[in-house]
């Protein structure tokens, strides 16, 4: 890719991973971004790593790629540069897994099943026993039904891992431009060639639209709107605690609640400890625009959740919430390709909850996509014109009839 | 605003503000429901040796003690008041966007008895009154995180609260007038303060407080005070040395000895002056820090109030602060107007939160607060109230001029980050040293302030960066500048203060459902039993 020249809008996790693909493969890359480095959705949600939580189909192959990339990254990031050294230790990878607990019998048999089709994509979901799953989680409910192990779930400190893909970037060459805002699209013979920013004009070979929950509205600036929209999710944090959860934990409707796009709030329970010690309690998933308003009724109901997962948790101090937007698109699957409107202009967004353990992966795939190589996972279920993405409102009046 | 008058009044904090915000707002007809996190009223200033201690003289040093006993049996007696002590305001709730009026408050009461089982409880207002004062502010110096070294704060309330000495050899360092008052609550219980030590040198206090002495003279109950405590201290001959602090702590496992130095007006070390002496504890406090968690839940805009520079030749003007490079701050405060009244509609600020002008202004400024939001800010028509308010007001600029004095005499001066040395904690929650916060702020991919917070978890801990949070900001600003981070649309601005969780709350408390206190003129405990 040597002399080609791209400009990767947002410097989130994805565009950090995007943009670490392309500089590494020789493109001139230059990331621009109207605020700081990771300072927005990719510093407000949590660093699971899931293989879990998703269903055989194309979103679990990215996150299977993923996964298996992540360790082998991190390394590289960390032996590139002193930097890049300390960012990847912050990023605090810890192949820890997880543990999906259900607490009724309909949850356990949904739960069975759903392990089961998980197998035979290859993912390691081993059955737990009460026994066996009360020495890996000494804290966890006797009133579950039944629980699974996932030993391929792992866990960053999603700040961290961002930091460390830039990192890596700028180390390969790339430049980094923060608080310079994308504002318009410069279109010759149908083609975009440049950006419009605050600061001026941006040239380049191909663009990539890494805004994160603002994609749609970049892309609209650029003349190419796509159906990208926030999912709002809170977050509790506990006082540093005695190890008391040591696996990722959470309970079975998870990954119902992943899979609905409905507007009213949905809650369900994910627990899993820091390297501090505090407890990560998340979350929620509402549809409320971009509304950072607390809402205390929200966050007992996500603390009630946790409770009814780890009941001995009751007297823990919450010392903290926060919250930020999920990339959504309403069939729940990213948006990774070119966009066939507008040549020059790439998509690498909606990762709706799993942006930060599917960002390796993204970055992977765009670039063989970019370079018209045959991609490493299947990407026709990623790509732009897709009725959820192109024609957002009709699919959802379609879906919701 | 021509919207009829507020009736029903939250006010947020019992210390001199919020308890003459409630006084104000009840003689103004209004229902009040006071509110704070401890068993008595008083904040602060009028901290109390709580009754169970049995029937114990209040501390003597503690000034204006029967005027403040008098206006708190007023408030609490009055059938209009509902007192809700020990009940922590959590959270803050703004309304919808078409919904005008103040945020819902969330409570957490405590029960008849001690402790075990607070309940989550609910009230809206229609208006709210914050007066949650402020907490020491403390800078980072190698040997800080010792144990043995305290805040001011702590020892004081200690020493006033439960009359306990928090050391035997204590040397209290910093900046302030509060320094005063906390070596003379620390003679009383017994220790003995072997020096007070002001960083910032004679010529800066002198010019700060020497320049217009006629604003000084409204606030002579406050210089009183202070002449009191300065004879307390020459009495037990504890000697008052400016331009001089303490730069590091020493110790195995706690302090033994700490290293005093004499300073340049900008707090810069002067060689050679450098001098240990044997202490067990280190009382220090360089300034207040506005607790401002609450105003900021509730949407209340904030004023960035530039510090006054002084450098060796300077006046403490705008140009010093060009020539020291970077502009300073005092610090953020609530902004407020003429009536108390923040940028949010139906929301009033006073005391502490507003500035730092000590007990007297912020017992004005609570009263202007309290009848504002009683009334709507509607001139009384009775002539002798106007005629009260209208010295309620004046006392209340005087404060603020007391106040701007006061910030002007003890600054804090720009060279303190001189003090440290890599290995020096700047966060103790988390350990985070001075050393890895200047890596993240040079790592060009990770110096936005929340992302470096993350990756070094400076502030991350316990206090949520109530003690560090400020320091860190300032540290960033010199390491990167000025300029404001952009935030992202729908999230917050980073600032040291946000803190959406105001107060801890159990997992459990949290996860019960809460009640609304309906009628504030009725305690928790009655809702629940009717
Ligand atoms: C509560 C919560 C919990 C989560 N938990 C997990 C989890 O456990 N595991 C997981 O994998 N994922 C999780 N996620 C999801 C994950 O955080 C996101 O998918 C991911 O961070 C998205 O990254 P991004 O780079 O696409 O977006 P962002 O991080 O938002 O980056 C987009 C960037 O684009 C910039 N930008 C926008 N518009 C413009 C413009 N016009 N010009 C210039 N720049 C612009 C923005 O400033 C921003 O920096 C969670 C999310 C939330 C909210
Ligand atoms: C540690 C300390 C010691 C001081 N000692 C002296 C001294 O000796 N002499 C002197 O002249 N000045 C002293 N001052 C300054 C003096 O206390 C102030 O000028 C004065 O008390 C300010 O009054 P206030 O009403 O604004 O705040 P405060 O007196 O601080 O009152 C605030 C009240 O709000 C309550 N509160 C805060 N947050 C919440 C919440 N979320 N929920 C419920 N309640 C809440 C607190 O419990 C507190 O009672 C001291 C200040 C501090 C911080």
């Not at chain 1, 390969?172 to 608080?179: P, Y």
């Not at chain 2, 059938?79 to 005008?100: F, N």
């Not at chain 2, 350990?431 to 470096?452: H, K």
Request: with cysteine; aromatic share 4%; glycine share 12%.
């Amino acid at each position: 890719m040597n002399g080609t020249r791209a400009v990767v809008l947002g410097a989130g996790i994805i565009g950090a991973a995007c943009a670490r693909e392309l500089a590494l493969a020789g493109a001139a890359v230059t990331v621009v971004d109207r605020g700081g480095p990771a300072a927005a959705t990719t510093s407000h949600g949590e660093g699971n790593v899931l293989v879990s939580d998703k269903g055989p189909g194309p979103e679990l192959a990215l996150a299977q790629l993923s996964r298996e990339l992540w360790p082998t990254v991190l390394t590289q990031v960390a032996e590139r540069s002193a930097e890049g050294h300390r960012a990847a230790q912050a990023a605090e990878w810890d192949p820890k897994g997880g543990i999906v607990v259900a607490t009724t019998s309909a949850g356990a048999h949904a739960l069975a099943r759903f392990a089961d089709s998980q197998r035979s994509a290859g993912v390691r979901a081993e059955p737990l026993a009460p026994e066996a799953l009360r020495e890996a989680e000494p804290y966890v409910t006797r009133e579950h039904t039944a629980a699974v192990h996932y030993g391929e779930d792992a866990q960053v400190q999603p700040a961290g891992a961002a930091t460390a893909l830039l990192t890596d970037a700028l180390a390969a060459g790339a430049a980094l431009r923060g608080g310079e805002e994308v504002c318009s699209g410069v279109v010759r013979g149908g083609r975009l060639t440049g950006v419009r920013t605050t600061h001026g004009l941006l040239e380049a070979d191909l663009f990539v639209n890494a805004a994160g929950p603002w994609s749609g509205a970049l892309a609209a600036r650029l003349g190419a709107p796509v159906g990208v929209e926030p999912r709002r999710g809170d977050v509790l944090v506990t006082t540093p605690q005695p190890p008391t959860v040591f696996h990722k934990v959470y309970d079975a409707d998870y990954v119902g609640s992943v899979g609905s796009g409905e507007e009213e709030s949905q809650t369900s329970a994910v627990v899993e400890s820091t390297r501090a010690g505090s407890l990560l309690i998340g979350s929620s998933r509402r549809r409320v625009g971009f509304d950072d308003r607390l809402r205390p009724e929200v966050l007992s109901a996500v603390a009630a959740k946790a409770l009814r997962l780890f009941p001995s948790l009751a007297r823990v101090p919450v010392m903290r919430a926060y919250g930020g937007f999920r990339p959504y698109v309403a069939d729940h699957l990213p948006v990774i390709g070119a966009d066939p409107r507008l040549p020059g202009l790439w998509h690498a967004s909606g990762h709706e909850g799993a942006g930060i353990g599917l960002s390796v992966g993204t970055g992977r795939l765009l670039l063989h996509l970019v370079r018209g190589e045959p991609p490493p996972v299947d990407a026709a279920a990623f790509r732009v014109d897709r009725p959820a993405v192109l024609r957002p409102r009709q699919y959802q009046q379609q879906e919701t009839t | 605003m021509t919207v009829p008058a507020a009736r029903r009044v939250a006010v947020v904090g019992a210390g001199p503000a919020g308890l003459s915000a409630a006084h104000a707002a009840l003689a103004a007809g209004a229902r009040v429901t006071l509110i704070d996190a401890a068993e008595e009223p008083g904040g602060q200033y009028h901290r109390t040796v709580p009754e169970t201690y049995g029937p114990q003289r209040p501390v003597r040093l503690q000034h204006g003690w029967r005027a403040f006993e008098r206006r708190r049996r007023r408030v609490l007696a009055h059938p209009r008041c509902t007192w809700l002590p020990r009940t922590s305001v959590w959270a803050l709730e703004q309304p919808q966007p078409e919904h005008e009026g103040p945020p819902r408050l969330h409570l957490l009461c405590a029960g008849p008895a001690d402790g075990a089982g607070r309940t989550r409880h609910t009230l809206d207002v229609d208006a709210l009154v914050l007066a949650v004062g402020a907490h020491d502010r403390v800078l980072p110096f190698p040997g800080w995180q010792l144990p043995g070294v305290c805040t001011a704060g702590a020892a004081q309330a200690l020493a006033k609260g439960e009359r306990v000495a928090v050391g035997e050899r204590v040397v209290v360092a910093g900046s302030g007038p509060f320094l005063l008052p906390v070596a003379a609550s620390l003679l009383d219980v017994g220790s003995r303060v072997l020096e007070v030590l002001e960083a910032n040198t004679a010529a800066t206090t002198a010019r700060g407080w020497g320049r217009r002495p006629w604003e000084l003279a409204a606030q002579a109950g406050k210089a009183v005070e202070l002449a009191g405590h300065a004879a307390v201290l020459a009495r037990h001959r504890v000697p008052y040395r400016t331009g001089r602090a303490v730069v590091e702590a020493r110790g195995d496992g706690r302090v033994e000895e700490v290293v005093t130095a004499r300073l340049r007006a900008d707090w810069s070390v002067l060689d050679g002056t450098r001098r240990t002496l044997a202490v067990d504890t280190v009382c220090v406090s360089h300034g207040f820090s506005p607790q401002l968690e609450l105003p900021l839940a509730a949407g209340c805009a904030l004023d960035e109030r530039p510090a006054p520079r002084c450098g060796p030749a300077g006046d403490g003007g705008a140009d010093d602060a060009r020539k020291s490079g970077r502009s300073g701050s005092l610090g953020a405060f609530v902004r407020v107007d003429e009536q108390q009244r923040t940028s949010v509609p139906w929301v009033f600020a006073a005391g502490e939160i507003t500035g730092i002008a000590g007990a007297p202004s912020a017992r004005a400024e609570g009263a202007v607060a309290g009848w504002s939001a009683a009334t709507g800010g509607s001139t009384p028509r009775d002539p002798g109230r106007r005629r009260a308010l209208r010295a309620l007001r004046r006392s209340r600029d005087q404060g603020r001029a007391f106040a701007e004095r006061l910030a002007r005499a003890h600054p804090i001066g720009a060279a303190w980050p001189g003090w440290l040395r890599p290995q020096t904690v700047v966060c103790r929650c988390e350990e985070t040293d001075y050393g890895s916060l200047c890596a993240a702020f040079a790592t060009e991919a990770g110096s936005a302030s929340r992302v470096a917070k993350l990756n070094t978890r400076a502030g991350l801990g316990p206090c949520q960066g109530r003690i560090c949070g400020p320091t860190v900001a300032e540290l960033r600003r010199r390491f990167l500048g000025d300029a404001p981070e952009r935030p992202a649309e729908g999230l917050p601005r980073a600032d040291p203060h946000r803190r959406p969780i105001a107060q801890p709350v159990r997992l459990g408390e949290l996860a019960a459902p809460s009640a609304p206190l309906t009628d504030p003129g009725r305690r928790p405990e009655e809702e629940s039993s009717s």
